[in-house]
Every structure is written in C-alpha cells, then in structure tokens.
C-alpha cells in the first residue's frame, strides 16, 4: 500500500522495515490489533478487508445484519444502505464495544484504554473499569494464547458470509464470544452465531458464549452527618469502581458464565438457510422503502429521533406496526419545533 494512502487512513501510521525485507506499521501487534492503546484494530487491516469485499462484488451476510433486519427494516437500511451516522450512539453499544475492545487487548498482552466515549459515562465507567480489573485476575491462562479478532468470510449460495470471532481457543477447536450486559444472550443470535462460526472454522468442536455481567451498582448518595462523619460527601466514580470490585471478590463464578454449543448437535446448513432467506427479504423491504418496523425496540434505537420526524411528515404505517399502540405514545415523547408552535 502506498504510504500516502496509509497516512491517509492511518495518520498514526509508523513504517518499519521487518526482518523479511517488508514494511510494516511499529505499533502493529498480533491478531491486527494496535499497540497503541487508543486504538483497536489495526485500520489498515480493516481497510483491505473492505476493499477485498467490494472487489468480490457480491452482498454480504453478516448475523448482526440478519437480526437488523428482522428489528426493523429502516434500521437497516439507515445502518447498511445509507450508512447514516447516529444522532447519539447508544450507550449499551458504547459500553460493550468498550468492554470488546478492552478484553482483546489484555489477552493479547496490549495496553489498553478507555474511549472518550466511556469517559463521558462515568457511572459505567467505573463498573466496567471494575469487571476488567477482575478479569485481568481471573482469566484462564489459556486466553493469552488465543487468536483474538478471527474473521470468517465465505461463499454461500449467491453470498459471503461475513463475521468476527471475539477468541479462538486449543488450537482452534473452541469459539469463543463475549458478551458484557446484566441480561443473558439473545437465544436467536447466539445459534445464528455459531452456525456462522462453525461453517468458517471447520476444525472448531464447540462455540462458548462467555458472559461477563455488568454490575448494577449506583454512586451513593451523601448521608446525614455525624460524629463519627461530620463531612459525608456523595460517592466519586472512582470510590464506585473500588466498591464494586471489592463486592465482587469471591464471585467469580456469578461475574463470568459460559453457554456451550456443541458442534455434532448443531444443524450447521439449516440455520444457515434460515439466515439466508431472511437476507432474501432486503428486495421486498427495499421496494417498500424500508418501512420502520415502531414498537418495542424504539425504546433504545439509536436514531429514534430521525422515526420521530418520520411520524411527524407521513404518520405511523400499521401494516408494519407490532404494537401500534405505542405510536402515539412515541409522538408524545418529543414535540418538532413545528407541532410545538403549532399546538400553542
């Protein structure tokens, strides 16, 4: 690659030459992942992926585009159409990716650091800051051998399928994906998952789903004064990310759960298939419009207040409404400027 190129998606670029007579960047560590520790993957990595997937000229599947879609096809396509950044990321995507990226690079032996995005949630912050300090005592010593950050990229039909594994483990025999939440893992994503996995890694014997459970913990509020603490004083992030991991001392096994797929009991081509024709949905909903799908998940979309001028302009269509009772219920959240002086 041309190193203007390379400064260009990269201005932290640093070429050295390699013991093979090749350049390479200085802070280009293993599995792709950067040295520095502002950064994850290494972005020209990602860059030739990118490339190489245009080049095939063919649409892609991934599960996180297959379960888009079945979400809402408007959120589909303001993700993977029109590629629209969001008003305001959604905190549970600031604080896994987070978590994900964190992870990767402390089993990769990695500094790591927090994104201003974090840095801006204090509160989660400090539980996260927490559950990372627990992991780094318990992890498996296994986890510092794996393959962090696999790629998975085949042809299926008139397809590729696409997708990145979190750690390959015992000589690429066990997957293994990570989850941070309080809730367990979407049962219809993680055989959608592995499926997709086990096609990519043909050697791979099992798939783990590894939850990590995020800590509910609030700062704690100042109390009355008294003799033996005349000057309380409300609770700093920092104190929260102590207390938390000193609660979880002993609670390994509560902070850390494992779901396991075996590969001779999984239908590896049926759930494939499934994935399949719901991406043979994307013609139908495109000659739609991408009509959005209101409901349930409205509640914590990403660009839920582009819907709302959506609803304002054409209104709700009930065809594709699963509780249209929450329609109007939307409407009432944010008044437009427009309806607000229109309603004076």
């Given at each position: 690659m041309d190193k203007a190129l390379a400064l260009k998606i990269c201005p932290d670029f640093h070429p050295v030459p390699t013991d093979s007579g090749k350049v390479k960047c200085r802070f280009y560590g293993d599995d792709s992942l950067c040295k520095r520790p502002e950064y994850f993957r290494c972005e020209l990595t990602l860059y030739r992926e990118d490339e190489e997937r245009k080049a095939l000229a063919v649409p892609t599947i991934s599960v996180s585009k297959a379960q888009t879609l079945l979400r809402c096809p408007r959120l589909y396509a303001l993700n993977y159409i029109y590629k629209v950044d969001p008003p305001i990321p959604a905190k549970w995507k600031v604080v896994g990716r987070a978590f994900s990226e964190c992870r990767a690079k402390i089993d990769s032996g990695l500094p790591y650091a927090f994104s201003n995005e974090i840095k801006s949630l204090p509160v989660d912050k400090a539980r996260l800051g927490a559950v990372l300090r627990r992991y780094q005592e318990w992890r498996k010593p296994e986890y510092a051998d794996a393959l962090n950050e696999i790629r998975v990229f085949f042809p299926y039909k008139d397809v590729h399928f696409v997708g990145y594994i979190d750690e390959l483990l015992r000589n690429r025999k066990t997957i293994l994906e990570w989850k941070y939440a309080a809730t367990e893992y979407d049962e219809l994503k993680a055989v959608y998952q592995a499926a997709t996995y086990f096609k990519g890694i043909p050697e791979a014997e099992r798939f783990v789903l590894a939850r990590a459970k995020k800590p509910q913990q609030r700062l704690k509020q100042a109390e009355k004064p008294?003799?033996?603490?005349?000057?309380?004083?409300?609770?700093?992030?920092?104190?929260?990310?102590?207390?938390?991991?000193?609660?979880?001392?002993?609670?390994?096994?509560?902070?850390f759960t494992y779901t396991i797929y075996d590969r001779e009991f999984f239908d590896i081509e049926g759930t494939l298939e499934q994935i399949y024709q719901t991406a043979k949905?994307?013609?139908?909903?495109?000659?739609?419009?991408?009509?959005?799908?209101?409901?349930?998940?409205?509640?914590?979309?990403?660009?839920?207040?582009?819907?709302?001028?959506?609803?304002?302009?054409?209104?709700?269509?009930?065809?594709?409404?699963?509780?249209?009772?929450?329609?109007?219920?939307?409407?009432?959240?944010?008044?437009?400027?427009?309806?607000?002086?229109?309603?004076?």
């Open positions: 008294t003799k033996k603490n005349p000057n309380p004083h409300d609770e700093t992030p920092i104190e929260l990310e102590e207390r938390i991991y000193q609660e979880l001392a002993d609670k390994q096994h509560e902070l949905l994307i013609s139908a909903y495109e000659a739609a419009s991408y009509p959005p799908a209101f409901g349930m998940n409205c509640e914590n979309c990403d660009f839920r207040p582009y819907c709302l001028k959506h609803l304002t302009n054409i209104g709700c269509n009930r065809k594709f409404c699963g509780y249209p009772q929450i329609c109007g219920e939307i409407k009432k959240m944010k008044q437009l400027p427009a309806e607000a002086s229109a309603s004076k």
